[in-house]
């Protein structure tokens, strides 16, 4: 079964550093561009960053530009985000998803990100 | 960017009935117009990719239309498990954005 598996979310502190990890299985995330998308408490979906296969271009919405950088490791069949400078509106679901073709599938389960003091 | 709007952002219909939900981009965006669903406490799910290809092992109740800015998204019978909200999104150029979401309920 293809699966995409997100972890490393948790609490931190506003002005702090989370890294968060999609590890894929049943599938090889090589071949594959892919994205971070996040669900902000009862809002809607936000893409906020994109990844070539080759890591050779990578993209970012304007509300994280500067603060989150993506990143794979084909080798180890995953992709990351980290996140720096995290602001209290940074708190979401956060999802990664492949974009096999055209639309985001598969999509991970999603890892819970809270930033509060 | 390409803004997507959808409508409407709520509805509530009962079992067996036909629902509607309209997505209208903010400019032309050929058939690169995808549907998902997600419900309570999951992942989106992908439904229907460029505009009107139902994805494999979705049920044949929903379907999709439109190109250029007006798309929509029709299930013709209702059923319980189709509560949840759902999404359009755009392919056609960067950032891809989404739509705001319409959450179906059923009476």
């Known amino acids: 079964e293809e699966q995409l598996v997100e972890s490393g979310g948790g609490l931190v502190q506003p002005g702090g550093s989370l890294r968060l990890s999609c590890a894929a299985s049943?599938?090889?995330?090589?071949?594959?561009?892919m994205n971070w998308v996040r669900q902000a408490p009862g809002k809607g979906l936000e893409w906020i960053s994109y990844?070539?296969?080759?890591?050779?271009?990578?993209s970012y919405a304007d509300s994280v530009k500067g603060r989150f950088t993506i990143y794979r490791d084909n080798a180890k069949n995953s992709l990351y985000l980290q996140m720096n400078s995290m602001r209290v509106e940074d708190t979401a679901v956060y999802y990664c998803?492949?974009?096999?073709?055209?639309?985001?599938?598969?999509w991970g389960q999603g890892t819970l990100v809270t930033v509060s003091s | 960017d390409i803004q997507m709007t959808q409508s409407p952002s709520s509805l509530s219909a009962s079992v067996g009935d036909r629902v509607t939900i309209t997505c209208r981009a903010s400019q032309s965006i050929s058939s690169y117009l995808h549907w998902y669903q997600q419900r309570p406490g999951k992942a989106p799910k992908l439904l229907i990719y460029?505009?009107?290809t139902l994805q494999s092992g979705v049920p044949p109740r929903f379907s999709g239309s439109g190109s250029g800015t007006d798309f929509t998204l029709t299930i013709s019978s209702l059923q319980p498990e189709d509560l949840a909200t759902y999404y359009c999104?755009?392919?056609?150029?960067?950032?891809?954005?989404f739509g705001q979401g319409t959450r179906v309920e059923i009476k």
């Open positions: 998803a492949t974009e096999r073709f055209d639309p985001f599938d598969p």
């Open positions: 049943g599938f090889a995330l090589r071949s594959y561009s």
């Open positions: 460029s505009a009107s």
């Open positions: 990844i070539s296969s080759s890591s050779g271009i990578k």
């Open positions: 999104q755009q392919s056609f150029s960067s950032p891809r954005t």
